[in-house]
């Protein structure tokens, strides 16, 4: 029962990504709460009473308490110049761990000992280049943030990121 609202139902909560890049890289806690955007065919199934009428009223009450967290969260908190560049380890998060050498394809990182491909590992830092500045990168951008091979960061904004602009003028989304 909800007492605030005045409801006689249990009510349950359910948490739903939006955002079609999301990747979750991690467990899902409560997984039975959590719906991801592959998933949000099942949102007629979770309802299953026929009482439009009250359910409509039900609605209303809760729109009521809709609040809009976009003034609370601000799109950039931190400004893209003050973001220190680096290769950040997908495993532990930490910046500027990770060890390269020019002729392997794989890097590790020095602070947990986690092995990645150097595909994979400038893939993760090229998308969190792109969320973080918020628009899209150049390819100079790209090197400069990852600080490697300029060929394979190419290549892998090629193959990945959608390329935009004229000859020398090309900036990757």
């Not at 991690?26 to 009250?54: A, C, G, S, W």
């Not at 809760?62 to 950039?76: E, G």
């Not at 193959?159 to 020398?168: A, I, P």
């Amino acid at each position: 029962m909800n007492s605030k609202l005045h409801i006689n139902r249990e009510i349950e909560s359910y948490l739903i990504f939006t955002n079609p890049t999301f990747t979750i890289h991690t467990e899902i806690p409560n997984r039975n709460q959590v719906l991801l955007p592959t998933e949000l065919h099942k949102i007629p199934k979770l309802f299953k009473n026929y009482k439009t009428h009250e359910n409509k009223s039900i609605l209303n009450k809760i729109k009521t308490l809709q609040q809009d967290f976009s003034q609370i969260y601000p799109k950039s908190l931190i400004p893209f110049t003050k973001i220190t560049p680096g290769l950040r380890c997908p495993h532990c998060r930490k910046v500027g761990h990770i060890h390269i050498d020019e002729r392997m394809r794989h890097g590790q990182c020095m602070y947990c000992s986690t092995t990645t491909t150097r595909q994979s590992l400038y893939l993760e830092n090229l998308k969190e280049l792109y969320v973080l500045k918020n628009e899209p990168f150049t390819l100079k951008e790209a090197e400069a943030w990852c600080g490697g091979n300029r060929w394979a960061i190419r290549k892998i904004c090629n193959k990945h990121f959608k390329k935009e602009g004229r000859h020398t003028f090309h900036y990757y989304l």
